[in-house]
């Protein structure tokens, strides 16, 4: 099979394509005929080397993955059954998607129905993950609230932005290219800010006096500090994503960064916090129309170089998939 390894940290052009073995599916676990994969930025730390000692080198990335059945022992999966795989390892502690086959464990994969065409099908799993637990429970949201979600043109802003507007938040979303409040609009955002690269507390209080009851953070630690400013008394701030690029919040002062009543804290979980049931009803709300896929664009495998240079560019505003 063709795969993408990476010998060694470092850019985009450490993803090498190779040809490996096809894996063998042993008991317990599903082989994966991949025919698309979305792309994470979680999966730009691991190719700088900053996923930690879980990940041994050479490595094949990608934490999440669609496609077929081929071997499935012990488990009650059928060679031939559409699949999301994500999470649980892939990509770090063993090879992930980034080939043509994959070998996963089977609590990581999900049976789904879908007619969706791959590239569709493919931008969904891990965004719909992320933003389905960092609305439940990250930020325990409840309707009628106000939410303001940092980072909304990335594809996890936008679905959380989705989600939230369909449970009953009122929706305020940043982005830094005025050309894309249209997208934003489009997926039930009530209030778009133009995020200035600075403070937002000014305009967030002009929408809601005395701050939104939850901040959905996406850039990171560069932004938390004012997130936190953002945020009502009894407001909660999560934490998700790490669009900055930074890990580590430098001089953090509790009693100084940390409004009074306001609570500080992140989501970073995986396939164990959806249920098969959750993923294929927002599959079929996706091609229903009731639901936006938030699919950018797609790259073939051979182009994955570049995908990851557009990726690591902040040029998309939504999801980016390959296809095999």
Avoid at 86 to 105: I, Q
Avoid at 117 to 138: C, H, I, R, V, Y
Wanted: charged residues 20%; hydrophobic residues 40%.
């Amino acid at each position: 099979m063709r795969a993408a390894v990476i010998h060694r940290p470092g850019g985009p052009e450490v993803l090498e394509l190779v040809d490996l073995p096809t894996p063998e599916a042993r008991d317990g676990e599903v082989l994966i005929r991949v025919r698309a994969f979305g792309l994470n930025r979680a999966e730009i730390f691991t190719r700088q080397g900053d996923s930690g000692a879980s990940v041994q080198w050479p490595r094949v990335i990608g934490i999440e993955c669609v496609g077929e059945v081929v071997a499935a022992p012990g488990t009650d999966l059928q060679p031939g059954q559409k699949v999301a795989a994500m999470m649980g390892g892939m990509g770090r502690a063993y090879d992930g998607s980034y080939a043509e086959y994959t070998r996963v464990p089977r609590p990581s994969v999900f049976p789904v129905q879908t007619d969706l065409d791959w590239a569709t099908f493919g931008a969904l799993p891990e965004m719909f993950q992320t933003s389905n637990g960092s609305l439940t429970t990250g930020l325990q949201i409840k309707a009628g609230q106000t939410i303001l979600i940092r980072g909304g043109t990335s594809s996890i802003g936008m679905t959380s932005a989705a989600l939230a507007h369909q449970r009953g938040l009122t929706v305020l979303s940043t982005t830094r290219d005025p050309k894309k409040t249209g997208a934003l609009r489009a997926i039930g955002v009530d209030h778009v800010l133009t995020d200035p690269g600075g403070s937002l507390v000014n305009l967030v209080n002009e929408l809601v006096p005395g701050g939104v009851d939850r901040v959905l953070d996406l850039i990171g630690t560069s932004t938390l500090p004012d997130s936190l400013k953002c945020a009502a008394p009894g407001g909660l701030v999560c934490m998700t994503g790490m669009l900055g690029g930074e890990w580590v919040w430098e001089g953090f002062q509790p009693f100084l960064d940390l409004p009074n009543g306001v609570f500080l804290t992140s989501y970073s979980g995986g396939s164990e916090d959806i249920s098969a049931d959750q993923l294929q009803t927002f599959v079929s709300a996706v091609e229903a129309g009731k639901a936006p896929s938030n699919l950018d664009r797609t790259f073939p495998f051979e182009h994955i170089v570049a995908a990851h240079h557009f990726m690591e560019g902040n040029r998309a505003k939504g999801k980016l998939v390959v296809l095999l």
